[in-house]
């Protein structure tokens, strides 16, 4: 069964520096996401990507954050200058238009800022 | 703008019993689906059942159900003969269709715990 996956699992970093966590979504799908659980809480919508470009993004999703998907399979998230409330899980998914609207989530990478 | 409101912060259940998870929402959308997310230990995001609003019928996966009242906008999960392997958090989340702004808005989120 397809599935999406993240690398790495966990990225441990330190405070201003830049970090690429990765993704690959299932391969026929469109639409790509990128949520963030910082620990205990609850999950948050960060960005939506479709057609090459954002389709919305929230509040949390600054001048820090950007995405990209470079060479058609790998979905990327950086954030150029990490701080110490960066620190949280963050799960990428994708959706497909024939998936019966169920968006298929990653294993999550952990990214630790010290 | 959707909001999710899940008010238990946790539950327990013995294990083989029935319990009930609730959850409420707000949306001025017409059509829209709903979520039953588990997450154990692992912190894997599982898909547990869906809803799609423009059905009546309720969605039921297994030993999983749901009760959804769509005009009192009310979306709860019935887990039927409790497992130890129940024992996780449970998020409800909101999507509009398919389409280019279908993102998931999660509620805070339940603890379960199944007691032997």
């Known amino acids: 069964e397809p599935e999406v996956t993240q690398t790495p699992s966990h990225q441990v970093t330190q405070m201003g520096q830049e970090v690429i966590l990765r993704c690959v979504p299932i391969s026929n799908h469109l639409y790509f996401y990128w949520y963030r659980q910082i620990l205990g809480q609850k999950v948050e919508f960060l960005v939506s990507f479709y057609n090459n470009e954002i389709s919305e993004k929230s509040e949390i999703f600054d001048d820090q954050f950007s995405v990209e998907r470079p060479d058609g399979s790998n979905f990327t998230l950086k954030i150029r200058s990490t701080k110490l409330e960066d620190s949280a899980m963050y799960f990428c998914?994708?959706?497909?238009?024939?998936?019966?609207?169920?968006?298929?989530f990653g294993p999550g990478t952990r990214l630790t800022v010290l | 703008a959707q909001t999710v409101t899940q008010s238990q912060p946790e539950m327990s259940v013995q294990e083989a019993e029935t319990v009930t998870l609730s959850c409420t929402y707000d949306?001025?959308?017409?059509?829209?689906?709903l979520f039953w997310y588990k997450q154990p230990p692992s912190r894997q995001m599982i898909l547990v059942i869906r809803?799609?609003?423009?059905?009546?019928q309720n969605a039921t996966e297994n030993r999983f159900s749901v009760n959804f009242q769509k005009a009192a906008k009310s979306f709860s999960l019935k887990i039927s003969d409790s497992q130890l392997g129940d024992t996780a958090m449970y998020f409800c989340a909101f999507m509009k269709p398919t389409g280019a702004n279908s993102k998931l808005t999660f509620g805070k989120g339940i603890t379960l715990s199944v007691r032997p």
């Open positions: 998914a994708s959706l497909g238009a024939t998936s019966y609207n169920e968006q298929f």
């Open positions: 809803q799609e609003a423009y059905k009546q």
């Open positions: 949306t001025s959308e017409s059509n829209y689906y």
